[in-house]
């Protein structure tokens, strides 16, 4: 046709048109490509009615914004968990941090499993993976929106319209709330998994959870620091308050609360906060029994397991009666095991419920669970072994009540082994060594090594015993003192034990092993 049309011009009159359809073809093939390209990483502004230069908004500003919000998300939630014991350095470079024990970390919100983790499965930076164009417009009310669209490849997704407030540099709080809405609402419309749950819909408790994430996940971040914990409790707290119905945050102020208690109230808090949460969780998943969201799912194992945990602290630590502790804890962790599998986190909890009372029988159980979690994973987990160890210690002192002094001596050696490996894969800065050491100091306690135990214990409670809160060290120094016959460093001791219980359960526990240890 074209070769038709121009046959009818004259020669050079055909040449320029000929030239002219090519120019044109090339011109809108750049464009198209540009436009491709181009809004994957820039918002172009476009202006009806009303210039460009008269706007508040900058096109190229807000993308940046955009952007810097999009990233802080991501690397708030890509490598969060709470703490875990293990240690280990996630896949993008971001330091997990440690705990007293296994078990503690909170829901998982990698790749595969995160309202965001279809960003981190696409690419390794968020930005390539969306396709966002945005223009600022004005309406029929003559009000300045911002409409960002997300696509990938030819599929559209889902828009978003903002108004843009009048006042100048107003590109960055707009930016942080397109981020957020963006990251939840594609998560809701499942993008990429039917699956994926942001747990809300309210981008300011998002906001909230992310930004305790964000402290909780700095590689300074301390337990031991009352300002930090203060600070992530704070802001989970705020997520809770601008939705009540925020599994997650639930989840994670109580796990909070769990690694950082010194006291029954702290340690009951993070019971409410878990069996909020699991109820929250279980409540989301009965609504979606068809498509069972993972995040859902492990929520509720993780508040099972956290539910389980603090029960068995009540029994173990605080001397709560068994009817009231030990039935429920092995229930709420047999159901983080049907949730979550045989994990270690899930099988830890399991143990500790079936361990807390302390009877022989019942440190057998726990004692195969422990064996299980190391078969598993071979010396990872310094608290799986210095619960063993610990436990072995009381199961040899029942044996040689019993009369099997060889038997005892030989779980007695088992349990030194156990707590030195504790030792050598532990970093002075993990929050399970005083324990250990403390460990130690009973082990040799229980042999009459005093000057051994007297050196561990000291051990356990550095820098200085005079201002230790670790209150269980306190006492069991107190008592290695009173069986030693010092009387004046017993009773200090003991008084500083006592002074830094807050509970009176946990007094009277600490005044009966003092009482033993004194023969009266």
Same mark, same amino acid.
């Given at each position: 046709m074209t070769?038709?049309?121009? *046959?009818?011009?004259?020669?050079?009159?055909?040449?320029?048109?000929?030239?002219?359809?090519?120019?044109?073809?090339?011109?809108?093939?750049l464009v198209l490509l540009a436009r491709r390209f181009s809004a994957r990483r820039t918002l172009t502004v476009r202006s009806w009615g009303e210039p &460009?230069?008269?706007?508040?908004?900058?096109?190229?500003?807000?993308a940046n914004h955009l952007r810097g919000h999009l990233e802080r998300i991501w690397r708030a939630h890509a490598n969060q968990g709470g703490l875990t014991s293990s240690g280990e350095r996630a896949s993008l470079g971001n330091p997990r941090r440690e705990s007293e024990d296994l078990g503690s970390k909170a829901v998982s919100l990698l790749a595969g499993n995160s309202p965001v983790g279809f960003l981190v499965g696409l690419s390794s930076r968020i930005w390539p993976a969306l396709e966002l164009e945005g223009e600022t417009v004005v @309406?029929?009310?003559?009000?300045?929106?911002?409409? =960002?669209?997300?696509?990938? #490849?030819?599929?559209?997704?889902? &828009?978003?319209?903002? +108004?843009? +407030?009048? %006042?100048?540099?107003?590109?960055? %709080?707009?930016?942080?709330?397109?981020a957020y809405r963006i990251v939840l609402d594609t998560a809701r419309i499942g993008a990429l998994d039917a699956s994926q749950s942001a747990g809300t819909s309210n981008w300011q408790a998002f906001r909230a959870l992310t930004r305790a994430m964000e402290i909780w996940n700095r590689p300074d971040f301390d337990l031991d620091d009352p300002e930090m914990v203060e600070a992530v409790a704070g802001t989970l707290s705020e997520a809770i308050e601008a939705d009540p119905d925020y599994a997650l945050a639930w989840l994670n102020r109580g796990v909070l609360r769990l690694l950082t208690f010194r006291d029954a109230d702290t340690n009951r808090q993070a019971r409410e906060d878990f069996l909020q949460a699991e109820a929250l969780a279980r409540e989301k998943a009965d609504a979606e029994a068809q498509t069972r969201p993972v995040v859902s799912r492990r929520v509720e194992g993780m508040a099972a397991l956290g539910l389980s945990r603090t029960l068995s602290q009540d029994r173990h630590r605080f001397g709560r009666p068994d009817?009231?502790?030990? =039935? +429920? &804890?092995?229930?709420?962790?047999? !159901?983080?095991?049907?949730?979550? *599998?045989?994990?270690?986190?899930?099988?830890?909890?399991?143990?500790?419920?079936?361990?807390?009372?302390? $009877?022989l029988e019942d440190i057998r159980v726990g004692r195969e669970i422990y064996e299980e979690i190391i078969a598993l994973e071979p010396r990872k987990h310094p608290a799986v072994h210095n619960?063993? @160890?610990?436990? /072995?210690?009381?199961?040899?002192?029942?044996?040689?009540?019993?009369?099997?002094?060889?038997?005892?001596?030989?779980?007695?050696?088992?349990?030194?082994?156990?707590?030195?490996?504790? /030792?050598?894969?532990?970093?002075?800065?993990? !929050?399970? $060594?005083?324990?250990?050491?403390?460990?130690? #100091?009973?082990?040799?306690?229980?042999?009459?090594?005093?000057?051994?135990?007297?050196?561990?214990?000291?051990?356990?409670?550095?820098?200085? +015993?005079?201002?230790?809160?670790?209150?269980?060290?306190?006492?069991?120094?107190a008592c290695l003192y009173a069986e030693m016959g010092r009387e004046e460093d017993a009773a200090r001791y003991h008084e500083l034990a006592l002074r830094s219980? *807050?509970?009176?359960?946990?007094?009277?526990?600490?005044?009966?092993?003092?009482?033993r240890a004194s023969g009266s």
């Open positions: 070769d038709f049309l121009l *046959g009818l011009l004259p020669g050079a009159v055909a040449r320029v048109a000929e030239l002219t359809l090519l120019a044109l073809a090339t011109a809108l093939v &460009a230069s008269r706007t508040s908004s900058d096109g190229k500003a807000l @309406g029929e009310d003559r009000t300045l929106l911002c409409c =960002a669209r997300l696509r990938k #490849g030819k599929k559209f997704y889902h &828009a978003w319209q903002r +108004p843009v +407030p009048e %006042a100048k540099d107003s590109s960055e %709080a707009l930016a942080e709330e397109l009817e009231e502790t030990v =039935a +429920p &804890a092995r229930s709420a962790a047999e !159901r983080a095991v049907t949730l979550l *599998g045989r994990s270690p986190e899930a099988l830890y909890a399991l143990a500790f419920a079936w361990h807390c009372t302390e $009877t619960n063993l @160890g610990y436990i /072995l210690m009381v199961g040899g002192e029942h044996l040689r009540a019993l009369g099997q002094e060889e038997e005892a001596e030989r779980w007695w050696g088992e349990a030194e082994e156990e707590m030195r490996i504790t /030792l050598r894969i532990s970093d002075t800065k993990r !929050r399970t $060594t005083p324990f250990t050491h403390a460990n130690l #100091g009973n082990l040799y306690r229980l042999r009459r090594s005093f000057a051994k135990a007297e050196g561990e214990y000291l051990e356990a409670l550095t820098p200085d +015993p005079e201002t230790s809160t670790y209150t269980n060290g306190l006492n069991e120094l219980a *807050g509970d009176p359960d946990h007094e009277e526990k600490l005044r009966q092993a003092m009482s």
